[in-house]
C-alpha cells in the first residue's frame, strides 16, 4: 500500500517528509473498513500512530477547513505536555496545506494566550486533560461542534489519574462524534472506557506479539549495586549515541545522576517533575540541536519525547512494571529507525527482571558490563572510521598542515590528534567482573594509605534525608575535630550512612562527637555512634521498615522548597485549580 490514494494536500507534505509507504498502523486506519468508524488501535509509541490518526480524521475535516473555524471540529487529548505538543507539531506540517487552523492547550503555558486562541477559532485542538477540563467548565471550549475525539496513549491517562477528567470532557462531546482510541496496551480499564464513549468500535492490533518492538535490541546488564552508575557510564561510552536517554525513578536521583554525568564530562540535560515548560523546552531543544546528546528523565517527564537521532535508552532503574518498560523503550526505535534499550539490574534482582521480560514478551541479551579496555578498543574503531572518512579541505586547512609539516613528523602530528580526541572524551570506569570469585573479592574494602586499619561510625540520616557527603564531611569534620583527609570510605544508605575513621584517632574522634553532642544547631542533632559497619545495617533496614524517616535532613538542603514548589502543580505541570487532584509521583 502506498499513499498514493490520499488527496494531493496530504500526499504533498508526506512525501516532503520523507514518508514513501505507510507504517502498519497508518495502513490499517485508512484501510475501507476503517473509514468513518470508532476505533480501538493498539499500538506501540513510535510506530507513526500521530499521522495515522491525522489521516484517520481527514474524512471528517477536509470538507470544512476552508471555512472560518468557529468551534473545533477534532480534538486530541493527550497525557503530558510534551506528547500534546508533538502532535501538535506533527498535525501543523500534515494539516498545513489544507488549511487547518490548531490550538494548543497544555499545562505549564499561558492560559489568556489559550483561550484568545480559541476565541479566535480553530479547527483543531490538542491538549492534556486537566487544561482541556479547566478551558471547559471555564466556557472557553465549545465541543458542541466536534466531529471526532482522539484519545492518544489512553493507557497511560488512566494510569495517570485522568479517568475524571476524561469522562467530563467525553461528556461534553455530542452523540454523533467518532471516538479513537490509541493505546499500547489494553488493559480492563481501557476496556471499559471503549464500552462506554464508543459505539460498533473496530479493534485494530498492530503491536508485535513476538516482542515489545520489534525495531529495539533488548539487553540487560547485571552489576554490583554499587556500581548502577558506572555501567552507565560505560554504556554512554560504549554506544557513543547521537542522543541517549536515561531513566530514574525520582527526580532526586534525576538531579544526582544529571550531576554526575556533568561532572565526567557528558554533554547532559535533565528532565523531572520539578522541571518548568520553559526549562523542559530548553532541554529539549539543547538535543535536537545536538549542544547536549544525553538526557536523564523520570518517566512521567520524559512522555511525547520524539527525538529522531535517540537510538540509545538505558533503565538506570528497572521500571516497575512491563508496561513502563515498553513506554520508556519506546522513545528510541521509532518510524522504523534501530534502536537499543537497556537494562542495568542489581544482581539480587535479576529474577525480577526476568519475570518483568517474559510477561511483556521481550528477548532480551544478557550481557557485561563493558569494560575499558572494550571502550578504548570501539573508541580506536570510531576514530579510525571518522578520520578517514572522505573529507574536502580548502586552501587555508592545506597551509595550515603544511606549517605542522614543517615543525612535526606526520606520525607525531596523527598522535597529537588521537591524543586530542581523547581527552574530549568522558573516562570510562573500573567496574567489578562478572564472577562469583571477583564479587566476594570486591566486597573486601579498598583502603587509602593510613586506613589499613579502621572503625566503622553511623549517622541516623541517609539518601531519603537528603545525605549528601558535600555536607556530611564539614560536619564530621566539625563534630569529630578531625581534618577531611581523615574520613574514609562514606557508604550511604536509604536512612543511615556508615564512614571510617582509622582506629589510631577513633578514640579522640569518639570522645569529640561526645562533647559537641549537645551543641545547638540542626546538624548537630544528627546521632553518630560507632557500627560495625554498612553489611549490619542492610540487615537491621530490613528489618525496622516501620521506621519513620527524618524529614528533610539537617537544614532540608533545599528538598522541602522542591517538594512544595512541586506540589503546587497540577498535574499537567499548571498551578494548582484548587480542585484537591490528586497529584501523581515524577
Known amino acids: 500500500m502506498t499513499f498514493s490514494t490520499l488527496p494531493t494536500v496530504f500526499g504533498d507534505a508526506l512525501a516532503e517528509r520523507g514518508y514513501a509507504e505507510p507504517t502498519a498502523v497508518q495502513a490499517a486506519v485508512l484501510a475501507p473498513e476503517a473509514l ?9 509509541t513510535g510506530s507513526g500512530k500521530t499521522v495515522a490518526f491525522g489521516l ?17 471540529l477534532a480534538l486530541i487529548v493527550a497525557p503530558t505536555r510534551e506528547l500534546a505538543l508533538q502532535v501538535s507539531r506533527e498535525l501543523g506540517w500534515l494539516y498545513a496545506r489544507a488549511g487547518a487552523r ?7 503555558m499561558d492560559a489568556s494566550k489559550e483561550r484568545r486562541a480559541l476565541r479566535g477559532g480553530a479547527h483543531i485542538v490538542v491538549g492534556t486533560p486537566g487544561r482541556l477540563r479547566d478551558h471547559l467548565e471555564r466556557g472557553a471550549l465549545d465541543l458542541s461542534s466536534l466531529r471526532a475525539v482522539v484519545l492518544d496513549e489512553a493507557d497511560e ?36 472506557l471503549a464500552r462506554r464513549y464508543q459505539r460498533d468500535a473496530l479493534r485494530i492490533a498492530t503491536a508485535g506479539d513476538d516482542r515489545g518492538h520489534g525495531d529495539i535490541a533488548f539487553q540487560a546488564v547485571t552489576v554490583s549495586p554499587a556500581e548502577i552508575e558506572a555501567a552507565a557510564i560505560n554504556l554512554l561510552r560504549f ?20 550531576a554526575t554525568l556533568q561532572e565526567r564530562g557528558f554533554a547532559v540535560v535533565a528532565l523531572s517533575g520539578e522541571h518548568s515548560q520553559s526549562e523542559r523546552n530548553q532541554a529539549l531543544q539543547a538535543l535536537r540541536d545536538r549542544r547536549a546528546r544525553v538526557c536523564v528523565a523520570t518517566d512521567v517527564a520524559a512522555r511525547g519525547i520524539d527525538l529522531p537521532s535517540l537510538s540509545l535508552v538505558i533503565h538506570v532503574e528497572i521500571p516497575r512494571d512491563a508496561e513502563t518498560l515498553q513506554h520508556r523503550s519506546g522513545r528510541t526505535g521509532r518510524a522504523g529507525r534501530k534502536g537499543t534499550a537497556v537494562l542495568i539490574v542489581p544482581y539480587p534482582r535479576r529474577k525480577r527482571v526476568e519475570s518483568m521480560l517474559r510477561g511483556a514478551r521481550i528477548n532480551a541479551d544478557w550481557i557485561e558490563a563493558p569494560t575499558p579496555e572494550t571502550i578504548r578498543a570501539r573508541d580506536r574503531e570510531r576514530l579510525l572510521s571518522d578520520l578517514l572518512q572522505p573529507a574536502e579541505y580548502d586552501d587555508e586547512d592545506r597551509a595550515l598542515a603544511q606549517r605542522l609539516l614543517a615543525e612535526r613528523s606526520p606520525e607525531d602530528i596523527a598522535a597529537a590528534l588521537v591524543r586530542a580526541h581523547r581527552a574530549a572524551m568522558p573516562q570510562p570506569e573500573d567496574m567489578i567482573e562478572n564472577t562469583p570469585e ?29 545525605a549528601d557527603p558535600r555536607w556530611l564531611l564539614p560536619l564530621l569534620c566539625r563534630r569529630g575535630h578531625i581534618t577531611r583527609n581523615e574520613v574514609g570510605a562514606i557508604r550511604i544508605g536509604a536512612n543511615e550512612t556508615h564512614f571510617q ?17 549537645n551543641d545547638d544547631g540542626d546538624e548537630e542533632s544528627v546521632r553518630i555512634e560507632p557500627s560495625d559497619g554498612p553489611r549490619e545495617a542492610a540487615r537491621g533496614n530490613r528489618n525496622a521498615k516501620a521506621r519513620k524517616p527524618r524529614q528533610g535532613g539537617p537544614k532540608a538542603r533545599g528538598g522541602g522548597q522542591a517538594s512544595r514548589a512541586a506540589g503546587a502543580r497540577g498535574r499537567d505541570g499548571a498551578k494548582g485549580s484548587g480542585r484537591g487532584r490528586r497529584q501523581r509521583p515524577s
Do not use: Y
Open 157 to 192: 491517562m488512566l494510569d495517570m489519574g485522568f479517568r475524571e477528567d476524561l469522562e467530563e470532557i467525553l461528556d461534553a462531546t455530542p452523540e454523533g462524534r467518532r471516538t479513537l482510541l490509541f493505546s499500547a496496551t489494553m488493559p480492563k480499564p481501557i476496556v471499559a
Open 239 to 258: 554506544h557513543e549515541a547521537e542522543t541517549a536517554i536515561l531513566f530514574c525513578a525520582t527526580r532526586d536521583n534525576v538531579r544526582r545522576l544529571h
Open 102 to 108: 490548531i490550538a494548543t492547550c497544555v499545562g505549564g
Open 438 to 466: 571477583a564479587r566476594r573479592a570486591a566486597q573486601q574494602e579498598r583502603h587509602r594509605p593510613g586506613f589499613e586499619d579502621v572503625m566503622w561510625f553511623r549517622l541516623d540520616i541517609g539518601r531519603r534525608q537528603n
Open 36 to 44: 468513518g468508524r470508532d476505533l480501538i488501535v493498539s499500538a506501540q
Open 501 to 517: 575513621v582509622p582506629r589510631a584517632i577513633a578514640g579522640k574522634f569518639n570522645a569529640a562527637l561526645a562533647r559537641t553532642a
Open 56 to 72: 484517520s480524521l481527514a474524512d471528517d475535516l477536509l470538507g470544512s477547513l476552508a471555512a472560518p473555524a468557529r468551534t473545533p
